[in-house]
């Protein structure tokens, strides 16, 4: 990852030509995508600025930046710790419903705040592939094994449009079995392709193998 750091003093060329913050971090952005390379961190004024941040300072007088630091990453980085992330989240899933539809058994009653926070845990896994399915469809990042992409998204959306379906119903045991054995095997098979694709792209799987040393090597004290 890279850090680009600007302030009236280093880089008054950019201050000149730009009157709002908006304006510099586009200035940023077209300058790090000749390299390949694109925003994925904004620091202003030291503060770190979140995507609605961004949005609603966007119109900030440029004399109100004394410094603004960005940090770029590659397609391939930014698509590998996406692919991390959203293992770790589909892993989280699995716990959860194997804990919930547990409860669901034991009370012979479906909970449905914790059957609402499962599928919205299954949306944030979605966004997340649908981040890469643009990044793929845009050419700026080639997906080694697209073909077990479609079909894990098959068969994830028709697993979770049943599940939708069958929420009225009131049927613990069909609505558990549902989540326990189709919806964890569903997840579990784009777990499978997100490290086949992870395995087969050498700089993907480079981010991979870092990733996993760095989490081997956690001893417990925050950084």
Known sequence: MEKVVVSQQTHPAF??????LGQLIACLEKMGEKDDQYIVKILLNGRKLDNDE???LESLSI???????????SIDEITGKTMISII?????????VIKFTKEFRG???IDDEKLKFILIQCRGVIEGLEEIFKTHSSGKLMLKHFSLWVEAEKELTNILQCILQSRSLNDVEFISDLLEFDLVQALSLWEEVL??????????SQIFS???RLDGSDNGVDV
């Open 210 to 212: 870092l990733n996993s």
């Open 107 to 109: 009370a012979d009653q």
């Open 63 to 73: 004399n109100e930046v004394d410094e603004l630091a960005v940090h770029f990453s």
């Open 15 to 20: 201050f000149r030509q730009c009157k709002s």
């Open 88 to 96: 770790g989240s589909i892993q989280d899933i699995q716990l959860n």
């Open 54 to 56: 961004e949005q609603l």
């Open 195 to 204: 490290e086949k694709e992870m395995h087969d792209s050498p700089t993907i």
